[in-house]
């Protein structure tokens, strides 16, 4: 099992360093001007970029760029947030959009998985329908017209709510666009594990526990929701990246300065920021690859042949 | 509300509107705007101008910094040498335009300690010109003058200055209470050692970063912002609307959008723009009321001179320079059947029967632009037969490259005044200039604007008065630009908010005399 561990972690590791080289080659060919300015002469902008060695061979620029990327530093952007390092604003940035996202998931996850169940277990009733229904609506309807409703009634008609983000009071300003945010995954866990535990429900193998007598609670959740909760996993873990790194239409619409309006500003601001790019390639890589791995490592606690095919894998 | 965030808060680093305002609010200048945007003392007190016109001398205040320390004529010293040191985007406003002794040098490499300026004492500070420069107290309220302390600034970590309240002296009406780079909202609040205090009447600012003119016209409705600024198709609602529209000002915003034309060889099918008459016949085939009127609709101007109205008046006569719009109506008019002579002309004189150029636009510069390029193309291909102009949109910064690469037909483009003079446009269109975005060369324009930046009109202010007309003349003559409008911006300011002063040039908003009910 170590050994498969850590045959998956080098993998992710070599894996995020390919990207990030074809991440730094791609911006650097990349349309645009790092300092779109209308003010400095063309000596000054070549001053500009000869400071930031934007002339020098790609390949030494990347092993520059590798040296203090290793020393957690992604340099300062060059047409956005002038002079701050990269590093003190994606802090605030994933900050805001990890706190949010994480609230959204842990909504979407909870109430997704007891709908879900409540679905399974009064298959063909009225609460099954209920949650069908629900689930198609949330996956149907985009989280920001959502937020934009409950903006309308929370915010605007009745003040509940805050009408924008306010870091200050966090709690308080995100619970309308974390349950805007979570409506999707909300829906796609509930829609599979209904689905999954409906067909495991009725398996040779239930029946065979619920013949031997086990029923109830401990039937539920040591032998169905077991088995059913390996395909959700592999659906949440992508769902998990896309909430955490924030979703572009409602940071904008609430005011927030998360991730994914960072990477707008940086590509189609007033210049295209080369290091804020990067930067936050580099993060969504990372996130991706690491939940990835989670997941993958995850297969193997709740699935034991996983393991055991492994093992013989290696062997 | 602010439409963009807050960029940096360093006066060497700024280059948006916003940063600008929000520095505004937390440092003073030597001097500052009165509500018509003419110059008053601020930080100094007076200043005297020597009989050669080249050496200003200013005495300053007693002001605290919010540290408790003095700020010194040192404080502006340390703050304008790093300024031409490092040589960023408004490094030109002490060069090219301010002409500090020294700083055109310095920033091509050469000693910082080099610049024109001195601290004779604390209170002292002289600052000598290459040759006069008529509205340099003018440039003294552009933050890229303002002080720095040095011993505040060398005791900060590389790279943190102006980075959050703690990283940041303020010796302005207000000081910096919470900020972070990339912070959707920010605040500012009174400064009690303020040298005027007196007179602020605000207790603070809160700064929101909205994302859509539709939430902000919301949370305006809703009472979460006092001041928000909408887009042009929502301006129409709130005229109709009997609340909104008692909340609505319109001021201007200062800069102008035009059409640039690339004049070399390279562009254009080999170079046709260079014919006068077909730039001609594109400009006076352009209705710009319609564009002002049903695509951009939030009170900008048509605009039918190189140089807009609104931001430089004569200091003797009170004029606007741009007053009258129909002083070029020859060159520059909605008239088709004119435009059509023109075309004609053109296409004698080119031995062609049609053209076909490629426009070039933001996608990301409001929503009006894609509407204003797409009228204009159909106005143009309407009015002149055989006119094929095809759109093409991009980022902004990949228009600019597209245009300083010279690699592009026509490019819808725009200008904003930094100083209060009409040379502020005027300078662009000379020979070489890197805003001379058309290639354009005219020896006895290059003469006139010499004359008036370093020559014979420095000291003779009506002079240069004219010979700004004349040479802007040159440039409507030969439509080396065609002026479309200048941009205004409507506001909904909230009822018993009050005295907010709005300028075009430099500093957009300013709450000084700002109060709340």
């Known amino acids: 099992m170590a050994k498969y561990i850590l045959k998956r972690i080098g993998l992710a590791v070599a894996t995020l360093l390919l990207i990030i080289f074809v991440l730094f080659v791609l911006v650097r060919i990349m349309p645009g001007n790092p300092f779109p300015s209308e003010r400095m002469s063309a ?14 061979p790609i390949l030494v620029q990347f092993g520059r760029y590798m040296v203090n990327l290793a020393h957690g530093d992604f340099g300062k952007g060059t047409s956005l947030y002038y002079g701050a390092p ?10 805001n959009s990890f706190r949010i996202g994480g609230l959204a998931i842990l909504m979407g996850t909870t109430v997704g998985l007891i709908l879900g169940i409540t679905a399974a277990l009064n298959k063909g009733h009225f609460l099954d329908h209920f949650c069908t229904v629900f689930s ?17 009634f929370f915010s605007y008609k009745m003040s509940v709510f805050p009408y924008f983000f306010d870091a200050s009071r966090f709690l308080y300003s995100s619970i309308l666009p974390a349950l805007s945010l979570s409506l999707f995954t909300m829906s796609t866990v509930a829609r599979f594990t209904r689905n999954e535990m409906v067909e495991v429900m009725d398996s040779d193998y239930v029946h065979l526990a619920e013949s031997k007598g086990m029923y109830g609670s401990k039937l539920v959740t040591r032998h169905i929701l077991r088995n059913a909760l390996i395909p959700i996993v592999t659906v949440l873990a992508p769902l998990v990246v896309d909430l955490l790194t924030g979703a572009l239409v409602i940071e904008k619409i609430y005011g927030i300065n998360g991730i994914g309006k960072l990477m707008v500003d940086a590509i189609a601001g007033e210049g295209v920021d080369y290091n804020y790019v990067l930067a936050l390639g580099i993060l969504y890589s990372a996130l991706y690859i690491g939940i990835m791995l989670v997941v993958d490592l995850l297969y193997g606690v709740l699935d034991p042949r996983i393991r055991v095919s492994a093992k013989e894998g290696d062997a | 509300m602010l439409g963009t965030n807050v960029m940096s808060l360093d006066t060497d680093l700024a280059t948006d509107g916003d940063s600008f305002e929000v520095i505004a609010d937390c440092i003073d200048g030597l001097m500052q705007m009165d509500a018509d945007g003419a110059a008053i003392p601020a930080l100094a007190e007076s200043f005297d101008l020597s009989d050669d016109g080249k050496t200003y001398t200013f005495h300053l205040r007693d002001a605290k910094w919010n540290n408790g320390t003095a700020v010194t004529a040192n404080d502006f010293v340390f703050a304008w040498r790093r300024i031409c040191k490092n040589a960023g985007e408004y490094a030109y406003m002490m060069s090219d335009i301010g002409n500090i002794k020294g700083a055109a040098e310095i920033m091509e490499g050469a000693d910082p300690t080099t610049l024109g300026v001195s601290a004779t004492d604390d209170k002292t500070f002289v600052v000598e010109l290459n040759v006069p420069v008529s509205f340099f107290p003018s440039l003294m309220y552009f933050p890229t003058f303002y002080p720095i302390n040095e011993e505040f600034y060398t005791g900060l970590a590389d790279g943190t200055y102006g980075t959050s309240a703690d990283t940041f002296l303020s010796c302005g009406a207000f000081m910096l209470e919470d900020y972070i780079p990339g912070t959707a909202n920010l605040s500012v609040k009174k400064n009690p050692d303020y040298w005027d205090a007196d007179k602020i009447q605000l207790p603070g600012i809160t700064y929101q970063v909205v994302g859509s003119s539709d939430s902000a016209l919301t949370a305006f409705k809703n009472g979460s912002l006092d001041v928000v600024m909408i887009s042009g198709n929502q301006v129409a609602a709130a005229k109709e609307d009997a609340e909104l529209s008692k909340n609505l000002t319109v001021t201007g915003a200062g800069y102008m959008w035009y059409l640039t034309f690339s004049q070399t060889e390279k562009n254009a099918q080999g170079g046709m723009l260079a014919n006068q008459n077909l730039r001609l016949a594109i400009s006076n085939a352009i209705d710009r009321e319609s564009l002002v ?10 605009t039918y001179t190189a140089v807009p109205p609104q931001f430089a008046a004569s200091s003797t006569t009170g004029e606007d320079f741009s ?5 070029f109506a020859d060159f520059c008019s909605f008239d088709t059947a004119k435009a059509q002579k023109f075309y004609e002309d053109a296409k004698k004189e080119l031995g062609v029967d049609g053209f076909e150029f490629t426009m070039i636009y933001g996608n990301n510069e409001g929503d009006e632009v894609t509407k204003v390029a ?10 002149l037969s055989g006119m094929v102009i095809n759109l093409q949109a991009m980022t902004k910064a990949e228009r600019l490259d597209k245009m300083q690469n010279d690699n592009y037909d026509v490019a819808l483009t725009r200008w904003g005044p930094d100083y209060a003079d009409p040379m502020t446009y005027l300078g662009m269109w000379i020979t070489d200039n890197d805003n001379n975005y058309g290639f354009w060369s005219n020896a006895e324009y290059d003469k006139l604007i010499a004359d008036c930046v370093t020559g014979a009109y420095i000291s003779d202010y009506d002079a240069r008065w004219q010979a700004m007309y004349d040479a802007e003349t040159l440039v409507m003559q030969e439509a080396v630009i065609a002026p479309l409008y200048t941009k205004a911006n409507a506001n909904l300011i909230a009822a018993g908010v009050e005295g907010i002063d709005f300028h075009p040039v430099a500093l957009n908003r300013v709450y000084k005399t700002a109060t709340v009910a």
């Open chain 1, 86 to 95: 990269i590093t003190t604003v994606l802090t605030t940035c994933i900050f």
């Open chain 2, 293 to 302: 009127d049903n695509y951009v609709m939030d009170g900008s101007l048509a």
């Open chain 1, 43 to 56: 000596e000054q902008i070549a001053n500009k970029r000869a400071e930031m060695g934007l002339d020098d």
């Open chain 2, 323 to 327: 007053a009258d719009q129909q002083k």
């Open chain 1, 136 to 152: 198609i609506l949330g996956v149907c309807v985009p989280g920001y017209v959502f937020l934009i409703f409950l903006q309308y």
């Open chain 2, 374 to 383: 797409q009228a204009i193309k159909e106005q143009v291909e309407a009015a």
